[in-house]
């Protein structure tokens, strides 16, 4: 398991501060709480997460431990670089701004320095918004803001319960899920990418997922010649996001 690593200002422990933190809607990328807890502020503390969609993982002791400095209590918790979002109040809003959307749904990503040269691609590119998961996803810290060139700062990050929750609601939105893949029919530059549109994005080592390649409407694949394997995540990403920004500023047409 590749090692997190957070600058001690990320880092907010003890009960109190970390209850007072999530509710004051400070940006929270996850909590730990010391596997044992029970009673009514576990319960309470669970309640609070859920409520404001902050991912909650019981772990031993000796984890805290080794993270926190002082009396935790057995609670521990990782701020976020910049603020998440919720796609039930970007997407609508884009379409009421009479925009149309070009969206990244991230499956998988767990390198922060892919996320941020994914992010920096996207914001370049005039992509809408980042979307990502609770669990399997890279954390929003010091080291992805750098690597974004402070993008991460301009671009929604929305994060939602799971993939296939965010499928469904991108789909029920008449938002289009394009999926790249090896092998598919289609090429990249033979589509229509003007449409309201998600890039669903695979994980560095497999892919994108089963579960969510079969909610895809198009499967592409990008040209490539050489005899590696495939493109780097970050770099298929802005090929991708270019591509949709020609078209879209009429650059390019689909043959």
């Not at 799971?162 to 990249?188: F, H, N, W």
Request: charged share 25%.
């Amino acid at each position: 398991m590749e090692k997190e690593e957070f600058s001690d200002q990320m880092l907010i422990f003890g009960r109190h501060p970390v209850v007072d933190a999530i509710e004051s809607g400070k940006p929270i990328d996850k909590v730990w709480v010391q596997i044992g807890t029970h009673g009514p502020f576990e319960k309470d503390l669970r309640r609070i997460c859920k409520q404001h969609n902050v991912p909650l993982q019981m772990v031993p002791k000796e984890r805290i431990n080794r993270e926190a400095r002082g009396n935790h209590q057995g609670v521990l918790a990782w701020m976020a670089a910049v603020k998440y979002q919720q796609l039930e109040e970007v997407l609508p809003m884009l379409f009421e701004q009479g925009k149309t959307p070009l969206l990244l749904l991230l499956d998988g990503i767990t390198d922060v320095r892919n996320l941020g040269a994914i992010a920096r691609s996207a914001e370049i590119c005039g992509a809408h918004a980042i979307i990502v998961s609770q669990k399997n996803s890279a954390r929003l810290n010091d080291e992805a803001l750098k690597t974004s060139a402070g993008a991460l700062h301009h671009i929604p990050i929305c994060r939602e319960k799971s993939v296939q929750a965010a499928l469904k609601y991108l789909k029920d939105s008449g938002v289009l899920i394009l999926s790249s893949e090896i092998p598919a029919e289609k090429k990249l530059h033979e589509m229509n990418l003007s449409r309201p549109m998600a890039f669903l994005i695979g994980s560095e080592g497999r892919g994108v997922s089963r579960e969510a390649s079969e909610q895809a409407d198009i499967r592409f694949q990008i040209p490539q010649v050489g005899q590696t394997e495939s493109y780097n995540v970050s770099v298929a990403s802005g090929i991708m996001l270019y591509e949709a920004m020609q078209q879209r500023l009429g650059n390019s047409k689909p043959t």
